[in-house]
Nanobody, 124 residues
């Protein structure tokens, strides 16, 4: 059974960087899975940030993070990463990774397996 688990969150100053990890277990071929990153701030809806899929590692980003966040993966380690750069206080949220049921989407309803999330706090 496929499971995902996030790590790497923490407290960072504005302008700083973090790298989040999503360990995908129970999968034989990670490249055949769609893995997405999301975040949810208090009082706000869950927001899709980025996804990666396919043998070629096709990616997509939400406009809110395009140019600042970078998704990547290590097939051998069954891990998908989200590099967070130029962080702003409004990036403070719980960040989640999830397994998608389709072929590329930023809608949470298109994902069926979720991790517990990792807290990212951007503050001076």
């Amino acid at each position: 059974q496929l499971q995902v688990a996030e790590s790497g969150g923490g407290l960072v100053q504005p302008g700083g960087s973090l790298r989040l990890s999503c360990l995908v277990s129970g999968v034989r071929y990670l490249q055949f899975e769609t893995i997405g990153w999301f975040r949810q701030a208090p009082g706000r809806e869950r927001e899709g940030l980025s996804w990666i899929l396919g043998s070629g590692g096709r990616t997509n980003y939400a406009d809110s993070v395009k140019g600042r966040f970078i998704i990547s993966r290590d097939i051998a380690m069954n891990t998908v990463y989200l590099q967070l750069n130029s962080l702003k206080p409004e990036d403070t949220a719980v960040y989640y990774c999830a397994r998608g049921t389709g072929f590329g989407s930023l809608l949470p309803t298109d994902y069926d397996v979720w991790g517990q999330g990792t807290q990212v706090t951007v503050s001076s």
